[in-house]
């Protein structure tokens, strides 16, 4: 789902320093870092609902979230909308083993990516064993949260599934109780990823307010009052439904 953060792109992480690493120890090799010094990849901003690529596409390119939030989907025959992921800042998304793309691709909001040619990507991990490594785990991440995503929809009740999804949008971001989550999705999106309706997501929304577990100042933000409680309740523990 929202994918560990890699190490910020050189264009971006202007005036962020580096760590001295003793003599004896060789600098770890990232995607960014040596893409950045290879004048690989190319930074490009989408506006709020423009498409960044569509399922079938052929999958050229794989992408890094700098500002903003892209969503993944995937259009059923009936004309349901599943969302499978958010990509937030500091994620990677778009890797694929086949020759296509297996979801749509949309900004969320405006949208800042930096656009990485597959091939150069794959002739990064040929030659260095650290990059390889960093695209592995990234992989490893991806169907890990694709597995909970699955376990989420076909045993989790709503008010769990809610919960699981701010707990794990407050992971992400590092936040703890009493501080604020801006939500850059809307209620329709949230309810396509957690596969509810968004009266439903609404609603549980509202109970978890009326709990005093969140507070809910506007539409994109909701401030957590009781992290261990909202734990408890995407655990299903608490539940009443």
């Known amino acids: 789902m929202f994918q560990s953060n890699l190490a910020q792109s050189s264009g971006y992480a202007a005036g962020h320093g580096t760590k001295t690493l003793s ?3 060789k600098p770890k090799a990232c ?4 893409a950045a010094q290879r004048k690989i990849g190319a930074v490009i901003n989408f506006g709020r609902g ?6 079938g596409d052929d999958s050229e390119y ?3 979230v700098i500002e903003g939030a892209a969503r993944l989907s995937k259009m059923m ?3 349901r909308r599943q969302i499978a992921e958010f990509a937030l800042p500091g994620d990677m998304f778009g890797f694929e083993y086949g020759d296509t793309y297996a979801l749509t691709a949309e900004a969320v909001t405006p949208v800042t990516v930096i ?3 597959r091939t150069h990507i794959e002739r990064l991990g040929d030659e260095f064993s650290d990059i390889r490594q960093e695209l592995m785990a990234h992989l490893r991440h991806g169907w890990t949260s694709a597995q909970a995503h699955l376990v989420m929809l076909g045993r989790q009740t709503a008010k769990e599934r809610v919960a699981a999804f701010l707990i794990t949008l407050s992971t992400h971001r590092g936040l703890k109780s009493g501080q604020s989550l801006n939500l850059p999705m809307g209620r329709q999106d949230i309810a396509d990823y957690l596969g509810l309706t ?3 997501v609404c609603r549980t929304l509202t109970d978890l307010k009326v709990a005093h577990v969140i507070g809910i100042p506007d539409r994109h933000r909701i401030v957590i009052h009781n992290m261990n409680m909202l734990e408890e309740l995407a655990s299903g523990e608490d539940s009443e439904d």
């Not at 995607?31 to 040596?34: A, W």
């Open 31 to 34: 995607i960014n870092d040596i």
């Open 77 to 79: 025959l009936d004309g």
């Open 198 to 200: 968004i009266e439903t």
């Open 62 to 64: 794989s992408y890094k």
């Open 23 to 25: 003599s004896s120890r």
């Open 50 to 55: 423009k498409t960044i690529f569509s399922d």
């Open 115 to 117: 656009r990485y040619h």
